[in-house]
Nanobody, 125 residues
């Protein structure tokens, strides 16, 4: 059973930055692709970014391209989501999720097998 724990959320003013971290049990990230998703009350979980198990491929939803960066720290066994130039519409609960490594990255939430509990990001205007 894979366990994921997100951290780093909080309250920030528009234009500010936050870095989210996702920690996993074992060497999960070496054998799994990782995705970040976000969800607001009453809405579907939305794909934000993904990184491949080897760390050499990434994919972003258009709305965050150029502002968010997903990365891995092999030594610390963490996946990060660096978020810059934050906007009020980025406010959401952010989740990390993993799935078995594949030749392509997936944006559909149902393709991911394990999920963290989420961390709240609130961007004030």
């Amino acid at each position: 059973q894979v366990q994921l724990v997100e951290s780093g959320g909080g309250l920030v003013q528009a234009g500010g930055s936050l870095r989210l971290s996702c920690a996993a049990s074992g060497r999960t990230f070496s054998t799994h692709d990782t995705g970040w998703f976000r969800q607001t009350l009453g809405n579907e979980r939305e794909f934000v970014a993904a990184i491949g198990a080897r760390g050499d491929s990434t994919y972003y939803v258009q709305s965050v391209k150029g502002r968010f960066t997903i990365s891995r720290d092999h030594a610390k066994n963490l996946v990060y989501l660096e978020m810059n130039s934050l906007k009020p519409e980025d406010t959401a609960v952010y989740y990390c999720a993993v799935r078995d490594a594949d030749s392509q990255l997936y944006t559909a939430s149902y393709m991911y097998n394990y999920w963290g509990q989420g961390t709240q990001v609130t961007v004030s205007s």
